[in-house]
């Protein structure tokens, strides 16, 4: 039966952030593309439903972010983060693009520490990166 239950959170994941993902980044590049904002920022609001959508899915079974998750998502934004920054820096990039990387990035960092806080509370999710070790002593 956990077997069940751990296929069917996987399928409710991918079909999630299939159908979020897909529509973020259509309506980012298309944005983008026809320099206008707010089509850009259509598809920021669609990859924060998208994270909220895998809260309730989490919530439903009854599980949290699995270490995987985490590590990809943390590791998404930090590429992503890392080459808006060297395309911002070496190119050209037109306003819309600027301010269509610099919402994404806000909003998504933004969005994690709203669930990091209303998860673990202020000082539990503090401890989630900087906690004490089996002595007692830092990690």
């Given at each position: 039966?956990?077997?069940?239950?751990?296929?069917?959170?996987?399928?409710?994941?991918?079909?999630?952030?299939?159908?979020?993902?897909?529509?973020?980044?259509?309506?980012?590049?298309?944005?983008?593309?026809?320099?206008?904002?707010?089509?850009?920022?259509?598809?920021?609001?669609?990859?924060?439903?998208?994270?909220?959508?895998?809260?309730?899915?989490?919530?439903?079974?009854?599980?949290?972010?699995?270490?995987?998750?985490?590590?990809?998502?943390?590791?998404?934004?930090?590429s992503?983060?890392?080459?808006?920054t060297?395309?911002?820096?070496?190119?050209?990039?037109?306003?819309?693009?600027?301010?269509?990387?610099?919402?994404?990035?806000?909003?998504?960092?933004?969005?994690?520490?709203?669930?990091?806080?209303?998860?673990?509370?202020?000082?539990?999710?503090?401890?989630?990166?900087?906690?004490?070790?089996a002595?007692?002593?830092?990690?």
């Amino acid at each position: 039966m956990e077997t069940d239950q751990f296929v069917e959170r996987g399928i409710a994941v991918f079909s999630n952030w299939g159908m979020f993902g897909s529509v973020a980044v259509g309506f980012v590049m298309e944005g983008i593309q026809r320099e206008v904002y707010e089509l850009s920022l259509i598809g920021v609001a669609a990859i924060v439903i998208g994270f909220l959508g895998h809260l309730v899915i989490n919530a439903y079974f009854g599980r949290s972010f699995s270490r995987g998750e985490a590590g990809l998502g943390l590791a998404t934004l930090g590429s992503m983060t890392l080459l808006f920054t060297v395309a911002w820096l070496t190119s050209g990039l037109t306003k819309t693009s600027v301010w269509t990387g610099l919402t994404l990035i806000a909003a998504l960092i933004v969005t994690g520490a709203i669930f990091l806080a209303t998860r673990f509370g202020l000082k539990g999710a503090f401890s989630q990166f900087h906690g004490r070790g089996a002595r007692g002593g830092p990690r």
